[in-house]
C-alpha cells in the first residue's frame, strides 16, 4: 500500500472516530448531561432501580471517559446528589479507572491515529519529553492532580507514553480524588439543602480549577519552548 493511500485511510479513520463521537455525544451524552442535570429526578430514578442504578452510573462514567468532549463534572456532582460523597466519589472514581484504561488499551491497539482526533501528529511528535519514563509519571502526577485538566483527553495521550497500563491507571484515579471529592460534595450539599455551602465549593473549585488550567498550560508551554531550544 501506498503512502498516501495509507494517509487516506488514517484522516478517513479519524474522521469516522471524530463523527462517532460527536454521534454519541449528541444522540446519548447529551441527554444523558440532561437526565443527571434534573438531580431530583435522577436521585429518584436511582433509588427505584437499586443495583442497577449504580451500575448504570458506572456505565455513564466509562462513557463519558471514553468519549472525552462528554463533560465530566456534571455526572460528577449528580453522583455526589444521588449517592452521596462518599458512595458518589468511589463510583465516579471506579468508572474512570476503567474507562482510562479502556481508552489507552484502545490507544495502544491503534496507536497515534487514535489520539490525533485530539491533536495534530506534529504536535503529538513534538512532545518527546512523553517518552521520558521519570518524566512522563512526573507529568501524569501533576496533570491529573490539578483541577481544570483535560484529563480525559490525557488518557488518549498516556497510550502513546512508555508508562505501564497499571501505573497509569492507579496514578490517574488516586491524583483524580481532589476534583472529584469536590463536585461529588458540591452535589451532596445540594441534596441536603444547603445552598450556601454548594454555592461555596463550586466557586472554590471554579477559581482553583481555572488556576490548575493555568498551571497546566505553562507547564506544556515551557516543554514545547525546551523542545524547540534544543532542536
Request: glycine letters at 10%; hydrophobic letters at 50%; one cysteine or more.
Amino acid at each position: 500500500m501506498s503512502e498516501k493511500h495509507k494517509k487516506i485511510i488514517y484522516a478517513a479513520g479519524i474522521a469516522v472516530f471524530l463523527l462517532l463521537s460527536v454521534a454519541v455525544f449528541w444522540y446519548v451524552g447529551r441527554p444523558l448531561l440532561q437526565f443527571v442535570s434534573e438531580p431530583e429526578k435522577f436521585r429518584l430514578w436511582v433509588d427505584s432501580h437499586g443495583l442497577l442504578g449504580p451500575l448504570a452510573f458506572l456505565g455513564m462514567m466509562v462513557l463519558q471517559v471514553f468519549i472525552a468532549i462528554i463533560p465530566g463534572e456534571p455526572l460528577e456532582i449528580g453522583a455526589g446528589y444521588a449517592f452521596g460523597a462518599v458512595e458518589g466519589t468511589l463510583l465516579c472514581l471506579l468508572g474512570a479507572a476503567i474507562g482510562s484504561a479502556l481508552v489507552f488499551l484502545f490507544v495502544r491497539r491503534f496507536g497515534v491515529k487514535a489520539v490525533e482526533v485530539f491533536f495534530s501528529r506534529e504536535k503529538i511528535q513534538s512532545l518527546k519529553f512523553l517518552q521520558n519514563t521519570r518524566r512522563i509519571y512526573a507529568f501524569t502526577i501533576v496533570a491529573f492532580l490539578l483541577p481544570g485538566t483535560p484529563k480525559d483527553v490525557l488518557c488518549y495521550c498516556a497510550g502513546l507514553t512508555t508508562i505501564r497500563l497499571g501505573h497509569f491507571v492507579l496514578i490517574s484515579t488516586l491524583c483524580r480524588i481532589p476534583s472529584v471529592v469536590t463536585s461529588t460534595l458540591g452535589g451532596n450539599a445540594l441534596g441536603s439543602g444547603e445552598w450556601g455551602t454548594a454555592a461555596g465549593i463550586f466557586a472554590v473549585t471554579l477559581v482553583i480549577s481555572a488556576i490548575g488550567l493555568l498551571i497546566y498550560k505553562r507547564i506544556c508551554r515551557m516543554r514545547e519552548e525546551h523542545h524547540h531550544g534544543a532542536d
